[in-house]
């Protein structure tokens, strides 16, 4: 059974930076394609993040890009999202998401697996 369990979510200033962890159990790290995923309240699921198994392809929603890091340590099975100069806007429950193989999607349908969320809120 597939396991994701994100952390280090929590409440931070505008202009300030989080980063979230997402550990990977019961599946070959390395050939999984990661992705990082954000709902605000009312509002439908985005794609924020993602990156390939080996690390060297990633892709980002525009509203992130130059903001946020995605990375991915395959030794200890876990991916990374470096938040910098967050926005109000940012704030959201962010989901770590997996899929098998080495395609990188924006669709969340795409992914198979799913962590429980954890929730980044933007202060001013």
């Known amino acids: 059974q597939v396991q994701l369990v994100e952390s280090g979510g929590g409440l931070v200033q505008a202009g300030g930076s989080l980063r979230l962890s997402c550990a990977v159990s019961g599946r070959t790290f390395s050939t999984t394609t990661m992705g990082w995923f954000r709902q605000a309240p009312g509002k439908e699921r985005e794609f924020v993040a993602a990156i390939r198994g080996g690390g060297e392809t990633t892709s980002y929603a525009d509203s992130v890009k130059g903001r946020f890091t995605i990375s991915r340590d395959n030794a200890k099975n876990t991916v990374y999202l470096q938040m910098n100069s967050l926005k109000l806007e940012d704030t959201a429950v962010y989901y770590c998401?997996?899929?098998?193989?080495?395609?990188?999607?924006?669709?969340?349908?795409?992914?198979?697996?799913w962590g429980q969320g954890t929730q980044v809120t933007v202060s001013s």
């Open positions: 998401a997996g899929r098998p193989g080495l395609a990188l999607f924006s669709n969340g349908n795409n992914y198979n697996y």
